[in-house]
């Protein structure tokens, strides 16, 4: 006899299949193999000892202060931790529950609700000469050889855009900004590259979305969240995917000092209020993705946490995009000019991955095909 510890298993059916557990038995040991964390801000006192004695009643447990038992103060934060098993089970329970658990047994439910997007590669190409990385700004003819290359590469979607976003941009005309993408939205027209990869407009601009819509992208990257109803219209009438990015201030203010009293909570609001925008307006979950804006209007910290509890953003039902690359945050956690920032850029992508992102934006597609095929192998 000989026993040893496995790792994290992405695919736990599958390992109970290969061992031979009965059909019947896989799916019930399965969601006891998951072990889930919940941080619940603001519990009300009495919610926090009810789900207390519930989550123990079932082998799970809810961290709480000390001083919930004796009421000292009206609410206190807590963390719920169980398999996944315990959490359908207190999901169900907790709905005839007073005191605010009845919202907190739905919120749970969204989290329980299966969700498979395949894993995907956005490369990154620049029509401008002022973005903060020189290794993806192309325009006219080389912008189509990068294009090919790309595709080359093992590209899923590739984002072009002509007006830089980094922090202090200068903003530009929409005249201007279209002189800079119309060549390259005609060859791609003309070329019928559409037929080979899916093409993003990373722009805000109604006119320059419209025109790039027409000449056969089909998906809208908004750093403004969707904030003018006309981008989400014109991605409904093409049909088009709608990227809807988080970022406190805009790309002149957005980096002086941001601030949140909890960036994982004002993002979610954002996000809920956003979607709801977009569905009222025709656009459906499944034409949404969802990206936290990594290092727009963010500390490290924040940049940090939204990474490490990305997993939490899956609960909308949306696709969710990262989009860290070779970015400054990188540079703050160990000193690093932009050109060798791609190790530090493979290790937060693939722990984005990890915790539930499905798109990658990049500037280096190769790398992060190989990289993201080694990953998979590993799970």
């Known amino acids: 006899m000989y026993l040893y510890r496995l790792g994290e ?8 299949k290969r061992l031979g557990v009965e059909s019947g038995g896989i799916a019930i040991m399965a969601k006891k193999m998951e072990l889930l964390y919940f941080y619940i801000k603001d519990l009300k006192t009495p919610a926090a000892n009810i789900l207390k004695q519930d989550a123990l009643s079932i ?46 047994a739905k919120t749970l439910q969204s989290f329980l609700k299966p969700r498979t997007y395949p894993l995907q590669i956005m490369g990154v190409l620049n029509a401008n000469e002022d973005s903060f990385y020189g290794g993806s700004r192309f325009q006219g003819a080389e912008a189509i050889a990068r294009i090919e290359q790309m595709i080359e590469e093992g590209v899923d979607i590739i984002d072009i855009g002509a007006v830089s976003s980094r922090p202090g941009a200068e903003p530009v005309s929409p005249q201007e900004e279209l002189a800079r993408i119309k060549p390259i939205c005609d060859l791609i027209a003309s070329e019928r590259l559409y037929e080979k990869v899916t093409f993003s407009i990373d722009s805000y601009t109604p006119e320059l979305i419209a025109y790039a819509l027409q000449s056969g992208f089909g998906v809208v990257n908004d750093i403004t969240g969707a904030s003018d109803e006309r981008v989400i219209e014109l991605a409904r009438k093409h049909d088009a995917k709608l990227c809807i990015m988080h970022m406190q201030g805009t790309p002149q203010t957005m980096q002086q000092n941001p601030r949140y009293d909890d960036v994982m909570v004002e993002v979610d609001r ?59 945050m990188i540079d703050k956690i160990i000193p690093t000019p932009t050109e060798q920032r791609l190790p530090g850029t493979l290790s937060l992508h693939l722990k984005a991955v990890e915790n539930g992102a499905n798109i990658v934006r990049c500037h280096d597609v190769a790398e992060h095909k190989q990289a993201l095929a080694v990953w998979e192998a590993l799970r």
């Open 59 to 104: 082998g799970a447990e809810l961290a709480v202060p000390g001083g919930v038992i004796t009421c000292e103060k009206p609410s206190y934060d807590c963390i719920l931790i169980g398999t996944r098993k315990h959490m359908e089970i207190l999901s169900r329970k907790e709905l005839a529950q007073p005191f605010g658990l009845k919202e907190v």
């Open 9 to 16: 298993m992405a695919d736990k059916k599958a390992a109970l």
């Open 270 to 328: 954002f996000f809920e209020e956003r979607i709801a925008k977009c569905e009222a307006l025709g656009l459906e979950r499944g034409q949404l993705i969802l990206d936290v804006g990594i290092g727009f209007g963010k500390t490290l910290e924040h940049n940090l946490t939204l990474i490490k509890n990305l997993c939490h953003f899956t609960r909308f039902g949306c696709e969710v995009l990262i989009g860290a690359s070779r970015k400054s």
